[in-house]
């Protein structure tokens, strides 16, 4: 039986959405019925609907000057108006898409000055090589008018007055390096110097500034019309300051494209979808982000779709990060012609909405925290604890200061992560207080980072090595938590720089060191009688482990992110997970049978916990579904309960479940794509 979800006064937007998005092409206008296209999106369990509206092109007869209208638009009809009243019909909301980040020639004529210019003067056509008898499109200034008062403004509050408009949002809102004479005058009062000739000389924040600004603009003009009509904004899994982003924003979206097209050895990560949506959730208290899908292998090829056991995992990782579906798809279904597309919407649309109730309101729960710096090296990290089924929360250095050792048992730091002053002291009282934090890499000066070093028990300045091939790291003493399922092996490769540095006196202790490189790389392969280890041992460490108060650290002189990241070898995620493993005391929320390409994550609500796993097993880009047999879970129960029913949301029925020891035990006996299951905890 599902939960009772109804709530009539939580606004719309805050309970759960299936987003449909029908990019539609100009050519196609004529082709939409309105009834007909909300009855299909209702079939596929969109309950949100997201539609041009204005911009570029105005979908309906706009009044504003310079606001081009859709020429295809059928005479005597308003086309818009039909569509809304046809989605409120069918329940479905709609969400207005507005894009002002271009215009065509014809307004560029008129306005030059409302238009990006390059370093050499000249405007920025898009598609200017583009076959067939269209207009050139010219990207529009952020600072400039047609993004502002001359046209986005007017064009909001005419629609936002004219129609009944559900939400807002806005397509490529983003900041374009322009020399126009409006940013070179912003330029010089924000910094009292002259616009750089390139983008890459930029004083850092003047992108997102504008972008603030300008968004900011949009945000008060929505409100002001309509204050009850939520806005939609973008954010960056690399280079948005999230707690900024929504002051000028109600919802947050983000658009983990799975771009095949860009070639078999470049296509994005297995983790990239659940670590985008991991990363919007790390603001408590806001609705859940949307996850943007294009259901295409890459815009180079939108008019066909994504192989369906690739798309089905990518979609999948959405909801079970905590994240709302947003399908884009290019075109209606009856302009789509692959319809394996169309069949895979709603096949998680359905699943989607089997888990939804349960999920509405629920909150992640995990022992871990990964301060994400937007680094190569916290992708590495990411990278392990998602194949190593080890659950984590996301921590953003603006937050960085606020940590809760009973609430953040561990927190992780990867190379590269910025060390201030009050982080250092909010470090020192974590551990001391219980926490664990695991460091690697590179450090500051002693000198700029004041008790991180002692934190960390290490001591000595010994510099950093060159860059090392040939080398291993070597586990020392007996029952090393590090190398739990090594133990057959003393060294494990190892490749790049080491700070090279000493345990402090005290409880500090080394659990790996280096073992030098036993030869230059272009030797390596000589004759056997010539690869002997020049110095088998060091009192070099790769690893110290110190205990502080109640609390432990565990430091890395080296990068394993780049190695985990470059490599992909067993032993150092295995490396990684043990470190991991043992600052938990061995005592993880929930372990799984450990297959590569599996994710989990855990959720809570009420009295129960939702364990979500991900099947994205095989070679990528996925062509087929690998089925995951008798995976084996282990869920350490809330402390005063025990385990109630244990049943599966999306594939149903009752698993039958082992208690023992504060801790339940089942077996899921497949695992196609997604499952989520629930296990109800009895006080």
């Known amino acids: 039986m599902q939960p009772d979800v109804s709530n009539t006064e939580r606004v719309w937007w805050k309970q759960p959405l299936r987003i449909i998005q029908p990019n539609m092409q100009v050519k196609d206008t004529g082709r939409i019925d309105p009834e007909r296209l909300a009855h299909q999106l209702k079939e596929l369990g969109a309950n949100a609907m997201v539609f041009n509206t204005g911009g570029i092109y105005a979908w309906y007869r706009s009044d504003v000057p310079f606001h081009t209208v859709n020429s295809d638009l059928p005479e005597g009809r308003d086309l818009l108006q ?35 210019r390059r370093q050499d003067g000249s ?62 005058r912003k330029y010089r009062d ?51 300051h999230l707690e900024n982003r929504l002051q000028i924003t109600d919802m947050l979206c983000t658009e983990p494209q799975d771009i095949l097209s860009l070639g078999h050895t470049h296509i994005p990560e297995a983790w990239k979808p659940a670590l985008s949506i991991k990363v919007g959730r790390s603001i408590p208290g806001r609705a859940d982000p949307f996850g943007i899908v294009h259901s295409c292998p890459g815009m180079d090829w939108r008019h ?48 989607a909405a089997k888990v939804a109730p349960y999920m509405d309101s629920a909150q992640p729960e995990a022992q871990a925290v990964l301060l994400w710096n937007a680094d190569r090296s916290a992708e590495g990290w990411a990278d392990t604890l998602i194949n190593k089924q080890i659950p984590f929360h996301v ?65 000595g300045d010994g510099g950093e090595s060159e860059y090392l ?41 080394v659990l790996a060191t280096l073992v030098p490189p036993f030869s230059p790389l272009e030797s390596v392969g000589a004759p056997p009688e010539r690869a002997s280890l020049p110095a088998a041992r060091t009192d070099l460490p790769l690893a110290i482990l110190n205990e502080v108060g109640a609390g432990k650290t ?35 929320m929930v372990t799984v049978t450990s297959y590569q390409g599996l994710q ?50 999306i594939g149903g029925g009752v698993l039958e479940g082992i208690h023992k020891d504060g801790s339940v035990r089942f077996t899921l006996p497949r695992l196609d794509i997604w499952e989520c299951i629930r296990v109800s905890c009895l006080l």
């Open 82 to 116: 039909e569509m809304i009243r046809s989605c409120h019909k069918h329940g479905i909301r709609f969400i207005a898409r507005f894009d002002f980040s271009k215009a065509e020639d014809s307004v560029y004529l008129q306005r030059p000055y409302w238009f990006v």
């Open 123 to 184: 405007p920025d056509i898009i598609g200017a090589q583009r076959p067939g008898a269209w207009p050139l499109l010219m990207s529009t200034c952020i600072n400039g008018g047609y993004r502002n008062e001359g046209v986005a403004v007017p064009v909001l509050k005419e629609a936002l007055q004219r129609y009944d408009i559900d939400g807002v949002f806005f397509n490529a809102p983003g900041y374009v390096f322009c020399r126009c004479d409006l940013c070179r």
């Open 190 to 240: 924000l910094y009292g110097k002259e616009l750089p000739e390139v983008s890459t000389e930029l004083e850092p924040d003047f992108p997102a500034r504008c972008f603030d600004d300008n968004l900011g603009t949009m945000y008060r003009t929505v409100k002001e019309t309509c204050s009850e009509v939520p806005m939609i904004l973008y954010y960056n899994l690399y280079r948005d």
């Open 304 to 351: 066909t779709g994504l192989p369906p056991a690739e798309y089905s995992f990518w979609l999948a990782q959405i909801p079970a990060n905590g994240g709302q579906i947003w399908h884009s798809l290019t075109g209606i279904p009856d302009t789509i012609t692959d319809k394996r597309i169309l069949r895979t919407v709603r096949e998680h649309n359905v699943n």
């Open 395 to 459: 921590l953003l250095p603006e937050q960085a200061e606020k940590l809760q050792p009973e609430r953040q048992q561990l927190l992780l730091l990867p190379e590269g992560s910025s060390y201030s002053p009050a982080f250092i002291d909010s470090l020192r009282e974590y551990v001391r207080g219980g926490g664990c934090i695991l460091v690697e890499g590179k450090l500051p000066e002693p000198e700029q980072t004041q008790g991180l070093h002692e934190l960390l028990g290490i001591s």
């Open 469 to 509: 091939y040939a080398s291993y790291l070597r586990f020392e003493g007996q029952n090393n938590p590090l190398q739990s399922g090594l133990e057959e092996t003393e060294l494990i490769p190892h490749r790049g720089q080491v700070t090279y540095c000493f345990p402090a006196v005290g409880s500090a202790r």
């Open 554 to 588: 565990l430091y890395f002189p080296f990068s394993l992110s780049k190695l985990i990241q470059e490599f992909k070898l067993e032993e150092h995620y295995r490396l990684f997970a043990n470190a991991v493993h043992y600052l938990l005391d061995g005592k993880l």
């Open 600 to 649: 989990v994550t855990v959720f809570r609500k009420d009295n129960s916990l939702l364990i979500h796993l991900v099947n994205g097993a095989g070679r990528r880009p996925l062509a087929t579904v690998l089925p995951l047999h008798n995976i084996e879970v282990k869920v350490r129960l809330p402390a005063g309960s025990e385990a109630g029913q244990v049943e599966r949301l």
